[in-house]
């Protein structure tokens, strides 16, 4: 059954603004970390940023440092990738997954960002 689902992704001119959202759909995962990844054209799947059960230990890759924010509402049982000052390079599927144990386990099922130049 479906865990995680993302939402958000569009096309946007370089420059510009997206807020992805990652819906725990069944609200089972709100003690663990849940990471965004993404998956370029023809490219390996990337780590882009991890945020922990509360949303107060947060980690990013160095590419997205200071661009991107990813912060969690529990209530909501969502977890959001805000992305700001867009590029072509950041055109992707995006993902978010469960950490558990070290491992990456359960996945959604994508959501495509297209930044144009």
């Known amino acids: 059954q479906v865990q995680l689902v993302e939402f958000g992704g569009r096309l946007v001119q370089a420059g510009g603004s997206l807020r992805l959202s990652c819906l725990d759909s069944?609200?089972?995962?709100?003690?663990?970390?849940i990471g965004w990844f993404r998956q370029a054209p023809g490219q390996e799947r990337t780590f882009v940023a991890l945020?922990?059960?509360?949303?107060?230990?947060?980690a990013y890759a160095d590419s997205v440092k200071g661009r991107f924010t990813i912060s969690r509402d529990s209530n909501k049982n969502t977890v959001y990738l805000q992305m700001n000052n867009l590029q072509p390079e950041d055109t992707a599927v995006y993902f978010c997954?469960?950490?558990?144990?070290?491992?990456?386990?359960?996945w959604g099922q994508g959501t495509l960002v297209t930044v144009s130049s």
């Open positions: 997954a469960r950490r558990r144990l070290g491992m990456y386990d359960v």
């Open positions: 945020v922990n059960w509360n949303g107060d230990d947060t």
């Open positions: 069944r609200g089972a995962f709100s003690e663990y970390y």
